[in-house]
């Protein structure tokens, strides 16, 4: 069974902190990569893609993977009380076509 | 542009009946995912459609069927309902048929079985 690790949470920070996620995932071969945010009783928004090991910036939000240890992360940095939301990670695993496979999210709350 | 839209946004059954979920992929998106979403669970994949062909079906039971019309709107389709499907059902479009997880959902059907 493919599957993806990540913590439930709640992960406190206060405001202007940096705020990190955190996720593994088990199959080894897996090449692309998602974060996706989920405001409570909305849908997910994906924010994040990362198809490379290292890291991958976009505004105030960077991902790393590092596929040797497979394991993908999201850093958010200068947090703001309106960053409070759920974070999903996801991965389209081998050969599974435009399947994503998501973890359980990890709640996220910037406390001012 | 319109994004995904589904209906209807919310519904209420009872166990036993049928459901039938509607969704409008965003212009020029020719692929469409379902999703289910448990309360506290990250979404799981039911059904992949591109090009009105089935691409990929999740680990759920024959109860649950799909389609994908020619202009590339898509309805799921759950019979004999029971408690435990009781979820958001998310439907997601993409531009591409494979080897894409950048998907845009739409704000989801929430079924509340009785």
Known sequence: QKEVEQNSGPLSVPEGAIASLNCTYSDRGSQSFFWYRQYSGKSPELIMSIYSNGDKEDGRFTAQLNKASQYVSLLIRDSQPSDSATYLCAVNFTGGGNKLTFGTGTQLKVEL | ?114
């Open chain 2, 1 to 114: 542009d319109a994004g995904v839209t589904q209906s209807p946004t919310h519904l209420i059954k009872t166990r036993g009946q049928h459901v039938t979920l509607r969704c409008s992929p965003i212009s020029g998106h020719k692929s469409v995912s379902w999703y289910q979403q448990v309360l506290g669970q990250g979404p799981q994949f039911i059904f992949q459609y591109y090009e009105k062909e089935e691409r990929g079906r999740g680990n759920f039971p024959d109860r649950f069927s799909a389609r994908q019309f020619p202009n590339y709107s898509s309805e799921l389709n759950v019979n004999a309902l029971l408690l435990g499907d009781s979820a958001l059902y998310l439907c997601a479009s993409s531009l591409v048929g494979e080897n894409t997880g950048e998907l845009f959902f739409g704000e989801g059907s929430r079924l509340t079985v009785l």
